[in-house]
């Protein structure tokens, strides 16, 4: 079955940095785009940043764009978030998701996430 499990968050600083990875199994990998969306406490999901299956492709939101970059290597089955210069407003459950776009052109499968909390 498709699994996608997050991990790498934790409790950090303003103004630090954070690696999230995401691993995936169940499927070919490398064959589907990938994202990392994220809720905030009382807030509704935030998409994030966006990679084609190749890594060619990128996008990000305007509230993380300079500060995180997502990557992926597909040999390991496995995607990132670097995050620089974290920010209160950063903290939030970041999870990882396959993008559909045969189908159901959207995410058809998440991760259960990990908890990345930013403060003093």
Known sequence: EVQLVESGGGL????????????A????????DMSWVRQAPGKGPEWVSSINNGG???YYADSVKGRFTISRD???NTLFLQ???LKPADTAVYYCAREEH????GMDYWGKGTLVTVSS
Do not use: E
């Open 25 to 32: 199994s169940g499927f070919t990998f490398g064959s589907y």
């Open 56 to 58: 060619g492709s990128i």
């Open 12 to 23: 950090v600083q303003p103004g630090g940095s954070l690696r999230l990875s995401c691993a």
């Open 83 to 85: 995050m620089n210069n």
């Open 74 to 76: 597909n040999a390991k």
């Open 102 to 105: 045969v189908l159901y052109c």
